[in-house]
């Protein structure tokens, strides 16, 4: 007889299956001490748990550098499903209110 866990626990573990391809094709900003750090896309998911990463300059948005980043260091990351939302986000959404929160952090610090 299957319980409502059982169900739940069978769900969960076919989601995990499809993590390791989920987030390719992703748009993100990096978060790094709690500031951004990088933006760039996803790119690959060369072996479990580790994602191949095109990183773009912050000035012109060119792509700059690929990096492998390890999944778990990802959890704090803002993704987006394209170029246009991570734009966005930058110039008016909520990567722009963590910029600014931490922004007068910064400054009360002072």
Known sequence: MNTKAQ????????NKSNVSTAIVGQFFHSIQNGKLEWQGTVIGNPEPG??????FEWLMGQPNVQRLV???????????DDAEQMIYS??????????????????KKQ
Do not use: C, P
């Open 7 to 14: 169900n739940n626990k069978q769900k969960v573990n076919i």
């Open 50 to 55: 580790w994602y191949l990463v095109q990183l």
């Open 70 to 80: 390890r999944f778990e260091d990802m959890s704090e990351w803002f993704f987006y």
């Open 90 to 107: 930058y110039e008016y959404g909520t990567a722009k209110h963590h910029k600014s929160r931490n922004k007068a952090l910064e400054l």
